[in-house]
């Protein structure tokens, strides 16, 4: 019985860490919504990329691009064109986050028609 309990805990102990490692790739107010478009919408230049994700500065987006770009994430392009223009892009890896992305939209989704259901309005108003 005892070595099923050791079993059991290093096997939550490694799964726990796969979900720290994870959120400290996709950590922040931002990555996750990047991530997103990149993922919904596919390869993206800055300023397009810019305008979906509402309420980024250009800067802020710089750096979380360049964050995710270091991870192994997004892939960034720089066109030779007059002028330069950079697409970005999810690379596999960064397209194998599919699951988690889909699974936080249908959650928030049903999260959302369920407040709105019981008439929580003020906590609606926050989400909007």
């Known amino acids: 019985m005892k070595k099923d309990k050791i079993e059991i805990t290093i096997k939550c102990q490694n799964h726990i860490r796969g979900v720290r490692d994870t959120m400290y790739l996709l950590d922040g107010k931002w990555k996750t919504l990047i991530i997103s478009h990149l993922y919904y919408v596919g390869k993206m230049r800055f300023m397009d ?17 360049k964050e995710l770009e270091m991870n192994n994430l ?13 697409d970005y892009e999810l690379t596999c890896f960064g397209e194998s986050l599919h699951t988690i992305i889909d699974t936080m939209g249908e959650w928030g989704i ?9 008439g929580s309005e003020v906590v609606a108003e926050i989400i909007d």
Do not use: C, F, H, W
């Open 74 to 86: 997004v892939k960034r392009t720089q066109n030779n064109t007059m002028p330069v223009s950079v």
């Open 49 to 65: 990329l810019k305008r979906q994700v509402e309420g980024i500065a250009s800067k802020t987006l710089s750096k979380e691009l």
């Open 110 to 118: 049903q999260y959302r028609k369920d407040l709105l259901q019981k």
